[in-house]
């Protein structure tokens, strides 16, 4: 059964630093991982999606990348800014064709505060 | 155009009590997952539907129930309301499943008395 562990669970910066979230996986057969961000009381935005043939993926200030060989996964956001406050979920979707019907395997998230 | 909608907001039930949620997808996508996030974790995985057909469940008891309707809106069901199911329920919509991205909507906040 596929568990994500996502280090730290809580992380405070001053604004303009570059950060890296970390995400870990169990299994390595995983189809894709994507990252969301979620505001309190809100529902999951989608931030970046990997897919497993893929190493990084790259939008705006935001990269993520993926290795499969190590079960990890880093998103690294350049210049912070108190916009950015947030917790940051890392899920994956198991099997090696992607149409199995388990969901997405979440980890607990990492809860980012941007100083200002 | 507009993203996954999900009703209602906010609920408050009392234990024993049964729950409707529903949702609609974004225009074109054909299949609705459901999620459960308890206060402080991540989502897990309840349902997956795709052209109305249940296509994935995960370990949830069977007082948890969905359906697709054709016009491949969602309802979650939950019998016998328990304390424990207070939590906020997620709906996703993708293409189709597998390799696509899912786009959540701002769930539900269910509260147990």
Redesign the interface.
């Known amino acids: 059964k596929q568990e994500v562990t996502q280090i730290p669970a809580a992380l405070s910066v001053p604004e303009g630093e570059n950060l890296v979230l970390n995400c870990s996986f169990t299994d390595s057969a995983i189809y894709n991982l994507q990252w969301f961000r979620q505001d309190p009381g809100k529902g999951l935005t989608s931030l970046l999606l990997i897919q497993s043939s893929q190493r990084e993926q790259t939008s705006g200030r935001l990269n993520a990348s993926l290795d499969k060989s190590s079960g990890r996964s880093t998103l690294y956001i350049a210049a912070s800014q108190p916009g950015d406050s947030a917790t940051y979920l890392c899920a994956g979707k198991e099997g090696y064709s992607g149409g199995g019907a388990d969901g997405l395997t979440f980890g607990k998230g990492t809860h980012l505060i941007i100083q200002p | 155009d507009a993203g ?1 909608t ?1 009703s209602p907001t906010h609920l408050i039930k009392t234990r024993g009590q049964h729950v409707t949620l529903r949702c609609s997808p974004i225009s074109g996508h054909k299949s609705v ?1 459901w ?1 459960q996030q308890v206060l ?7 349902f ?1 539907y795709y052209e109305k057909e249940e ?4 370990n949830f008891p069977d007082r948890f129930s969905a359906r697709q309707f054709p016009n491949y809106s969602s309802e979650l069901n939950v019998n016998a309301l328990l304390l424990g199911d207070s939590a906020l329920y ?1 709906c ?1 919509s993708s293409l189709r ?3 696509q ?7 539900t ?1 269910l509260s147990i008395l």
């Open positions: 996954v999900q997952s999620y402080g974790q991540g989502p897990q995985f309840i997956q296509r994935g469940r995960g997620l996703a499943p597998g390799g991205p899912q786009h959540f909507g701002d769930g906040r």
